[in-house]
T-cell receptor, first 109, second 117 residues
Framework: GNSVTQMEGPVTLSEEAFLTINCTYT??????LFWYVQYPGEGLQLLLK?????DKGSNKGFEATYRKETTSFHLEKGSVQVSDSAVYFC????????FGAGTTVTVRA | DGGITQSPKYLFRKEGQNVTLSCEQN?????MYWYRQDPGQGLRLIYY???????QKGDIAEGYSVSREKKESFPLTVTSAQKNPTAFYLC????????????????FGDGTRLSIL
C-alpha cells in the first residue's frame, strides 16, 4: 500500500550545521509531496511542497526536490538555527494525506 | 485572520464519559479532517468530511464519532468505547478533498490534548 518512510530521530545538531532529513514514499501515480513542521505544543504548519517531478520546494532556508526516479523528497537546510528545533513530517497526497512518523530535530546554541 | 480554531486546548475525560472536541474554520474550505497524534507514530486519520452532511471513516475511526452540519464546523466526539483516548488531536481543513485537490495542502489547528482522569 501507499506509505511514507522518513528518517528516524531524534536528530541533534549545533547551530549553523547542515541538516538533512530523508523521506521516501511508495505510491501509485505521482502524488504531491509536502513537508510540515510542528513546533512544541502547536499544530502542523506547511513548510514547503512540490507537485511534480523535479519540482523544488523552498521556504525559510529549507529545500526539498521531488525525485521521481528515487521516489524521494529529502529535506535540507544549509545552516540551522535554534529556532528550527521542531518535529518535521514528510507527507504525500494521493486520495488522502499520508504522513511519515516525524523526525524530532533539536538545535543547540 | 483566516484559520482553524480548536477548543479546548486541554481536556480531561472521566471513565465512561463522552467528550466532544470543537473545530471551527473560517477559510471557506470544503474538506475537514481529524487526526490523532501519539508519540513516535505520526498522525493517523480518524474521520474526514468532503462536504456538509457527509463524512467518511479514516484509518482509526472506532470509538469516535463526528458530524458535519455546517461547513465551518466539524466536531469530534470521543466516546467511552475508545479505550485509549489519551492523545493529541489535530483538526485540519483543505480547499477540497485530497482526491480532487492533491496539490493543495491541509491547514491545521493548534490541537487539543486529551487526558484521562
Amino acid at each position: 500500500g501507499n506509505s511514507v518512510t522518513q528518517m528516524e530521530g531524534p536528530v541533534t545538531l549545533s547551530e549553523e550545521a547542515f541538516l538533512t532529513i530523508n523521506c521516501t514514499y511508495t505510491a501509485t501515480g505521482y502524488p504531491s509531496l509536502f513537508w510540515y513542521v510542528q513546533y512544541p505544543g502547536e499544530g502542523l504548519q506547511l513548510l514547503l511542497k512540490a507537485t511534480k517531478a523535479d519540482d523544488k520546494g523552498s521556504n525559510k532556508g529549507f529545500e526539498a526536490t521531488y525525485r521521481k526516479e528515487t521516489t524521494s523528497f529529502h529535506l535540507e537546510k544549509g545552516s540551522v538555527q535554534v529556532s528550527d528545533s521542531a518535529v518535521y513530517f514528510c507527507a504525500f497526497n494521493d486520495y488522502k494525506l499520508s504522513f511519515g512518523a516525524g523526525t524530532t530535530v533539536t538545535v543547540r546554541a | 485572520d483566516g484559520g482553524i480554531t480548536q477548543s479546548p486546548k486541554y481536556l480531561f475525560r472521566k471513565e465512561g464519559q463522552n467528550v466532544t472536541l470543537s473545530c471551527e474554520q473560517n477559510l471557506n474550505h470544503d474538506a475537514m479532517y481529524w487526526y490523532r497524534q501519539d508519540p513516535g507514530q505520526g498522525l493517523r486519520l480518524i474521520y474526514y468530511s468532503q462536504i456538509v452532511n457527509d463524512f467518511q471513516k479514516g484509518d482509526i475511526a472506532e470509538g469516535y464519532s463526528v458530524s458535519r452540519e455546517k461547513k465551518e464546523s466539524f466536531p469530534l466526539t470521543v466516546t467511552s468505547a475508545q479505550k485509549n483516548p489519551t492523545a493529541f488531536y489535530l483538526c485540519a481543513s483543505s480547499i477540497g478533498s485530497a482526491e480532487s485537490y492533491s496539490n493543495q495542502p491541509q491547514h491545521f489547528g493548534d490541537g487539543t490534548r486529551l487526558s484521562i482522569l
